[in-house]
């Protein structure tokens, strides 16, 4: 079980744990190929991967909001995500928006008497749902009238990345004032602007190395963006675990925690990545 903090301050800050560095570097080499893959391959396998990532985002929802009874809030979440997943990949976007607000309306009214915020149970369809639905419209979706949309999926991975990556090595290295220590004791101004710089030199980078049609320039603000979705998202996790008390939001994964813990940025920034997409389909380049 996930360890709690109290509510009336902020949990200490920690030194990066070296000692599991092999274990999350081994966790990374098995989960990174098959999510590049699957992205890569798109159709059915994307699919399954994602309403995999679904149902699990959910069971951990579940676990950090309705830890008493966190069976029925994480079923309902998943239904109602799962729900605007499949309608987006039958290529019904209006639908699939349509059913995030009445899958968050229902998951509220199941959640009633076994979650203490049943509001809560509604968030968690409104959080998880806009980022699967982009994830499926930016890689499956016909309305890419180029048909790019495994390279729209890669530079948003290499973009999300290179935040990460830039942000830990640069703030490891610099250190210097925090960035929000109220929720993120650890994250510092240093690591933010390494991160940025990191993730705007993966998108002009995937620009010059493949056909993504973006110009040097756009492609570099793009993964700028990215870059500052994906810090946004981090952040937002952190805000939300402050809230709820605990310290990670699962253990699905060994040496990084749960999967929310690893997907916070990506959710951020693949809606980021969707509206570009969208502006670049009416014309922008």
């Not at 399954?48 to 579940?62: K, M, P, R, S, T």
Request: glycine share 10%; proline share 5%; charged share 10%.
């Amino acid at each position: 079980m996930a360890r709690s903090w109290p509510m009336t301050s902020s949990p200490p800050a920690k030194r990066f744990d070296w000692s599991n560095l092999g274990l999350r570097i081994a966790s990374a080499v098995v989960i990174a190929p098959a999510a590049v893959g699957a992205a890569w391959l798109g159709g059915w396998p994307y699919l399954v991967l994602i309403a995999i990532g679904v149902a699990l985002l959910a069971l951990e929802w579940g676990g950090m909001t309705a830890p008493v009874a966190p069976t029925r809030v994480s079923a309902a979440v998943t239904v109602a995500v799962l729900g605007a997943v499949f309608l987006t990949y039958l290529e019904q976007p209006q639908l699939a928006w349509l059913a995030v607000g009445l899958g968050a309306a229902a998951a509220a009214l199941i959640a009633r008497g076994v979650a203490e915020r049943p509001a809560d149970a509604a968030f968690g369809v409104i959080y998880i749902a806009p980022a699967a639905i982009c994830l499926i419209w930016l890689r499956d979706s016909h309305e890419i009238r180029s048909h790019q949309g495994h390279w729209w999926m890669m530079t948003l991975f290499a973009a999300t990345w290179a935040a990460d990556i830039g942000a830990f090595a640069v703030g490891s290295l610099l250190k210097g004032p925090k960035l929000w220590p109220r929720f993120s004791p650890n994250k510092t101004w240093s690591g933010f602007v390494g991160g940025l710089a990191a993730s705007a030199l993966a998108g002009f980078a995937m620009a010059a190395l493949s056909v993504f049609q973006l110009n040097l320039a756009a492609a570099a603000f793009v993964g700028l963006c990215v870059g500052l979705a994906t810090m946004a998202g981090d952040l937002w996790e952190s805000a939300l675990k402050r809230r709820f008390g605990v310290k990670d939001s699962g253990d699905l994964i060994p040496g990084h925690g749960g999967l929310l813990d690893r997907v916070d940025g990506l959710m951020f920034a693949v809606v980021v990545m969707a509206l570009v997409r969208l502006a670049n389909i009416w014309g922008w380049h």
